[in-house]
T-cell receptor, first 113, second 109 residues
């Protein structure tokens, strides 16, 4: 049983560009959450998708958007990249039940130059 | 902001037990206590969670104070592979996980 997978593993972009990160949830999971982790900090919640809709959102600007597909996979899009967007982007999946464990992928490391 | 307080770092000798403390004085009745850990260059990994009673699983034990204002993650025999950042998180309902800076555990051979 494959766990949460993310692609790509690493990415380098320049300021102003746009980026799309991808996530496939663990088998049987229908809820996907995205987190941003800056160096030396804990992960920060960006948003969560369930039934192809954004269910919850953290304190991130509209430049951060997402999508969930019918097969529960998800994309994170970031427009107009800033240097401060350089971080590890983590995807987590769960069954959406109350108190349910979240399973994290290995992350995509984004560097904005 | 994280609703928990943890020491920035701790050190343990290999094969010894490790007790990682967490304070959560503002915990509400519906908050579950979750522990995750993050090994170097990996995403966070679930360790254990509980509500009121102490919990045991193959990775660790979770001891919850009677007033639920603090908890302790217990690794019974630390190994080098347990070196990681350990996060104590309160979660209620389907609210997202709010990570603090966690405790960086170093294990000495």
């Amino acid at each position: 049983d494959a766990g949460v997978t993310q692609s790509p593993t690493h990415l380098i972009k320049t300021r102003g560009q746009q980026v799309t990160l991808r996530c496939s949830p663990k088998s049987g999971h229908d809820t996907v959450s995205w987190y941003q982790q800056a160096l030396g900090q804990g992960p920060q919640f960006i948003f969560q998708y369930y039934e192809e809709e954004e269910r919850q959102r953290g304190n991130f600007p509209d430049r951060f958007s997402g999508h969930q597909f019918p097969n529960y996979s998800s994309e994170l899009n970031v427009n107009a990249l800033l240097l401060g967007d350089s971080a590890l982007y983590l995807c987590a999946s769960s069954s959406g039940l109350v108190g349910e464990t979240q399973y994290f992928g290995p992350g995509t490391r984004l560097l904005v130059l | 902001d994280a609703k928990t307080t943890q020491p920035n770092s701790m050190e343990s000798n290999e094969e010894e037990p490790v007790h990682l403390p967490c304070n959560h004085s503002t915990i509400s009745g519906t908050d579950y206590i979750h522990w995750y850990r993050q090994l170097p260059s990996q995403g966070p990994e679930y360790v254990i969670h509980g509500l009121t009673s102490n919990v045991n699983n193959r990775m660790a034990s979770l001891a919850i104070a009677e007033d639920r204002k603090s908890s302790t993650l217990i690794l019974h025999r630390a190994t080098l592979r347990d070196a990681a950042v350990y996060y104590c998180i309160l979660q209620s309902g389907n609210t997202p996980l709010v990570f603090g800076k966690g405790t960086r555990l170093s294990v000495i051979a």
